[in-house]
């Protein structure tokens, strides 16, 4: 398909896929500032991976030292209240677009993942980070707040006490307390990190897609709100299923042939 991005963007953040796996890899030298054109990239991307049927789950990453060292404050020095009203929107929308891609969606954190790169962790289905990773929050250094997921996206997956903690003093996290606390579900010596969320994401290669589809926005749009209304989406979610050809397929196959067997077609 074509690809209207500026060369020079196209450059930083690439996508790649590998049978049936999606990397979006970010690679702007030296620390990965997600300025704006890398944030309306990273968006994009997202669509595209949530748009084509050869995807079957994401690996979203950086360099072998660097996963992202947050927003290009050059960028945002001189702006405005007027101009942050504007870029605000933008800036979440692009991220938003990688936790709403409808596959399941790995972080692989090398070095540091710090204010926008944190938050771009935090949109992944789970991160698996270098042993001597380091995750923060340090807008407040800056006068300022997380502005792209960050105060909610933390809170959600470490809650309030933690969340405020983190955000509230700018300190780093390292890897091991980040993995104590849920911000890391896994960790592996550096030169794995890859290896392991490309090993994470083809378990889903052939899988049953729309099954996890459904799964990813029952557990997403759950977490939102009160238990009974988190009840009542699974509920929607799981009748809807009954339609699908992979659950007539799953099913029989299940009886005809045991566990583990089945062919999935993504319909």
């Not at 692989?108 to 995750?135: K, M, N, P, Q, S």
């Not at 009160?226 to 050809?245: C, M, N, P, S, W």
Request: hydrophobic share 45%.
């Amino acid at each position: 398909m074509a690809d209207n991005a500026p060369d020079e963007v196209q450059q930083w953040v690439r996508l790649e896929v590998v049978d049936h796996v999606a990397t979006i890899r970010v690679d702007r030298p030296r620390m990965n500032a997600l300025n704006a054109a890398i944030q309306a990239r990273l968006g994009e991307l997202a669509r595209e991976c949530a748009r084509r049927d050869d995807i079957a789950a994401v690996v979203l990453t950086g360099g072998p030292d660097v996963f992202a060292a947050g927003a290009d404050i050059k960028e945002m020095v001189d702006m405005s209240y007027g101009d942050m009203v504007r870029h605000s929107a933008a800036l979440q929308a692009g991220f938003t677009a990688i936790a709403q891609i409808p596959k399941p969606v790995v972080a692989a954190v090398c070095g540091y993942a710090l204010g926008g790169g944190c938050e771009l962790a935090l949109c992944a289905d789970i991160r698996i980070a270098a042993e001597d990773a380091t995750f923060g929050q340090p807008e407040i250094k800056l006068g300022v707040i997380p502005g792209a997921g960050g105060t909610q996206r933390l809170t959600r997956l470490v809650g309030p006490s933690r969340a405020k903690d983190i955000i509230f003093t700018g300190r780093f996290v390292s890897a091991e307390e980040a993995l104590r606390i849920g911000l890391v579900d896994q960790l592996v010596p550096a030169n794995e990190v890859i290896e392991t969320a490309t090993a994470w994401a083809a378990q889903f290669v052939g899988g049953a897609a729309l099954a996890l589809r459904a799964a990813k926005q029952a557990v997403d749009h759950g977490a939102e709100v009160d238990l009974a209304t988190g009840l009542e989406i699974e509920r929607q979610q799981f009748a809807a299923l009954f339609a699908t050809e992979d659950r007539t397929t799953g099913m029989r196959s299940f009886i005809e042939q045991g566990p583990g067997k089945a062919t999935f077609h993504g319909r």
